[in-house]
DNA sequence: GTTTGCTCCGAAACCGGTTTCGGCAACGAA
DNA sequence: TTCGTTGCCGAAACCGGTTTCGGAGCAAAC
């Protein structure tokens, strides 16, 4: 005769099978003769067990497949060997082909470290930090990368006054007088990658050389842009502010940014571009203007997404290994995590030339070329 | 006087705050005078708490901003509040411009309920089972997403042995006389779209209209070949062997199908392919053999990648919401963990048609064709 | 006035690990 | 021999929640 009648949810769960299969640490213990503090401790390196128990619990545990409840835990270490990312949802650029790339080498960075990766999306800059920042108290992760880092970032300031681990997939701060000591950061040197676009150009026997950036509140922008002119400076050619252009997002905005530099007086022969959709945007103008890409302009841009190889003729561009810059950032974040100084954690790596047919020797001057836009555009 | 040597670790951990503002249960339970299994069952909805305390405990609740520690909830429920996603490194068609935007619509209607979501990488088949497994084991997610699917999909089989909760971005099991009322999925009817494409098609006057698949291992290839063969019976066409290729997964592949197509002694004057990058891939063929796409030739394609607008003449496409398509899989998977009946869990949409310039009346009869493209191919 | 039954809540066990603390044995030095 | 170390391990507390179980209080029924 039942008197007391149980209470129950609201709604019904169906009972999950819950972790059947699995070892635990009990067992493991059990089968070993040992109590389950000492095995904890033998997997973890501690000091205070000899080398044959730690060998002798080693072997087992990997022998029965052991492995720990990572949520298990975290609850008595407040750590859940997860690395998040936050990827914004709602810039302009924000289809990357390569997104796709860089998770896979993220998540098998993090894998060979049995940790995982977790991900969110923020719907503008402000959810940005909300999300973040739900990240950060309900300890869903040890770490966050955070991509597409801008000159003064909000992100960065908001997690360091939480002393929450990150790096950063690019570098901040342009131009600050503060050095950052703090801030591991991966990267891949843009600058480096456009003045070796001008050089390249210069060498060719360019002389007007322009530059289209991408919007100047990332860093990289600003990067690339002082590289151009670096690139000038040690071709001896003299920068002409008319032809240094900033703040194309999109296909459309640099192909306004194109349109632009033809109808100077004295147009650019060469176009350096800070983004592939950029370049890809002068395409259609030059097009339009009767220029042929490669001749008349030669156009270089950077990132190396694939559509570069299928347009005609084909771009030549600044290849960005994005699976590889995944996978160091994972390993240098989960490193950062485990103690590491985050200013030792950082890498400075190299984007590589592919050429293709979209830059060549200038066929005209550049008055000769203003002349035959003008031509163009009246008839 | 110290005279136990402490042990400690290999490997020193500097010691993060562990969660330092964080209110938490306890101090909840202490200021609303209640003990901490009270305002446990308070919030989780058990019948067993008054509806004055229920609604006193959420409002402080709410007010002091508590939320639980998933990993502190899944050691008892075994539940993790999370969602995972195994994404594929391997395949040749694996650069999905979408993906962000299908991870934001999967990532937003996780947050709605206090989820997260997971991913991981795959690098080859077998990989793909062991990561399931490593996932499902280390219960690091309550339910999958399970993207691209097979005909036969040995994931399917694998998750359902494990009763892991799972959802498909597809259908499966193509042909089968198993009904598989368990499983739910969510797709979009790319049959649908195959059908309207070859409608239109033969409204405009097209009489040979060909056809190029996908990997027939995918479940939506057949699928929405079944499409094009509906629609060629619902407009009174013979179906032509010769006329239906599979198994072009890229741009490459799909421009040799176009190929062998326009050199059938009667060519097609339309094609409707299974995904934009066939469709893509036929555009440098045309070219080569000196037809106008939209005139000569038409091309339908499917997915509505951003390059359709870009290419020269805009393709005709339709279009997947990928974005709506992640909300949909991860607001069903959710249902389904908390209990619902997979197969009540199913959605099937409809891609939407782009018009652009690809596709027109045809110009020539095949006959005709044939003779142009011997032409220019003996030039 | 009991008994019964129901509503609502608290004490305590529990989940699967980690960490603290103390104790036992062995060993070297006094 | 004795004492202080040291090496190695077990018992128990602990992390932050969830769930079980029992019981107090009260109203209705007998």
Chains 1, 2 share one sequence.
Not at 28 to 46: F, H, M, P, Q, W
Not at 279 to 299: K, M, N
């Amino acid at each position: 005769m039942m008197t007391n009648p149980r209470p129950q949810k609201r709604q019904s769960s169906l009972r999950q099978t819950p972790a059947s299969g699995r070892v635990k640490l009990d067992q493991l213990a059990d089968i070993l003769g040992l109590s389950k503090s000492t095995v904890s401790r033998a997997l973890n390196g501690y000091s205070d067990i000899s080398d044959t128990t730690r060998k002798r619990v080693e072997a087992t545990a990997r022998k029965m497949g052991y492995r720990p409840l990572s949520h298990a835990q975290a609850i008595r270490t407040g750590r859940v060997r997860a690395i998040a990312m936050v990827i914004n949802s709602w810039e302009p650029d924000r289809n990357n082909p390569f997104l796709q790339d860089f998770l896979a080498g993220a998540c098998e960075a993090a894998s060979t470290s049995d940790w995982t990766m977790t991900i969110s999306t923020a719907k503008s800059e402000k959810d940005m930090l909300d999300v973040l920042g739900r990240l950060v108290e309900e300890r869903k992760a040890d770490g966050f990368i955070l991509p597409r880092t801008e000159v003064d970032d909000a992100r960065v300031h908001y997690l360091r006054d939480l002393k929450v681990p990150f790096i950063l997939y690019g570098r901040t701060g342009y131009g600050e007088t503060d050095p950052q000591d703090d801030i591991s950061w991966f990267d891949i040197s843009g600058e480096t990658a456009t003045e070796n676009a001008v050089t390249r150009l210069a060498h060719l026997g360019h002389h007007r050389i322009a530059y289209i950036g991408s919007d100047p509140k990332f860093n990289y922008s600003r990067l690339r842009r002082d590289g151009y002119l670096q690139g000038l400076q040690a071709a001896g050619l003299t920068m002409d502010p008319d032809l240094v252009r900033e703040g194309a997002r999109t296909r459309e905005e640099g192909a306004a940014e194109a349109r632009a530099l033809m109808q100077l007086p004295s147009p650019p022969t060469a176009i350096v571009c800070a983004t592939d959709l950029a370049a890809l945007g002068c395409y259609p103008v030059c097009t339009e203007l009767g220029l042929e890409i490669g001749h008349d302009v030669s156009i270089v841009g950077y990132d190396g997404i694939p559509e570069c190889q299928y347009v005609n003729p084909g771009l030549t561009t600044f290849s960005v290994d994005s699976r590889r810059a995944g996978e160091r950032l994972a390993t240098l974040l989960i490193r950062q995590t485990r103690g590491e100084e985050p200013a030792t954690l950082r890498e400075l790596s190299n984007a590589v030339l592919i050429a293709r047919e979209s830059d060549g020797p200038p066929r005209l001057t550049p008055e000769a070329l203003a002349r035959k836009i003008n031509l163009i555009q009246r008839s």
